[in-house]
């Protein structure tokens, strides 16, 4: 009992400490000076994803990426290179709408949805690294890739709930309209 509560305080700090890190990027790719050229060019594709979506769309789109993220090693940069990007974007829309510019960027991510997601990024970029430091001590072992499909399991319900939380508050807020 002891051994299992010392593992899960560990896992614990794991997580917060890639959710902080993914939040981090987040915020430096928000405050990240873009090119109109390029910050229009993020508007546009932003837009074609989102125009017809729903939240098995906004599911499916997080669901992919965070299963990205559970690959030994590559997986947190591919979780960082998503934070990232996620806050070009919401730079590229807050240099045209001085409502969303008015908004603290890292506010978006105290969400219901948004804390979700993070601690579900967090949970996928921390399992990314735990799995290649087992890869490069040649401590892999099947405890460890069960606990990982049971992570990927959580990451999915977690993800499928927060997706539905989103939609919901996107549809009352009177659906997305960004210029």
């Excluded at 010392?6 to 990240?32: C, D, M, N, Q, W």
């Excluded at 001590?137 to 460890?144: A, G, I, R, S």
């Amino acid at each position: 009992m002891n051994i299992l509560y010392i593992t899960l305080k560990k896992r614990f700090l794991y997580t917060l400490i890639a959710s902080l890190i993914f939040v981090l990027t987040y915020y430096i790719g928000s405050i990240a000076p873009l090119s109109e050229e390029y910050s229009s060019i993020l508007r546009k594709e932003f837009k074609n994803i989102i125009q017809n979506i729903d939240y098995l769309s906004i599911f499916l789109n997080n669901f992919r990426i965070t299963l990205g993220m559970f690959i030994p090693g590559v997986g947190a940069a591919i979780g960082l290179y998503a934070a990232y990007n996620t806050g070009l974007v919401y730079q590229s829309f807050a240099q045209t709408s001085s409502q969303l510019a008015s908004i603290p960027s890292l506010l978006i991510l105290l969400t219901p949805f948004g804390i979700l997601e993070i601690f579900s990024y967090g949970l996928a970029i921390s399992q990314s690294i735990i799995l290649l430091k087992a890869i490069i001590n040649k401590k892999l072992d099947k405890t460890l890739l069960y606990s990982t499909l049971i992570q990927v399991g959580m990451v999915t319900l977690i993800l499928f709930i927060a997706a539905i939380i989103e939609y919901y508050m996107i549809k009352e807020l009177g659906g997305i309209s960004i210029t």
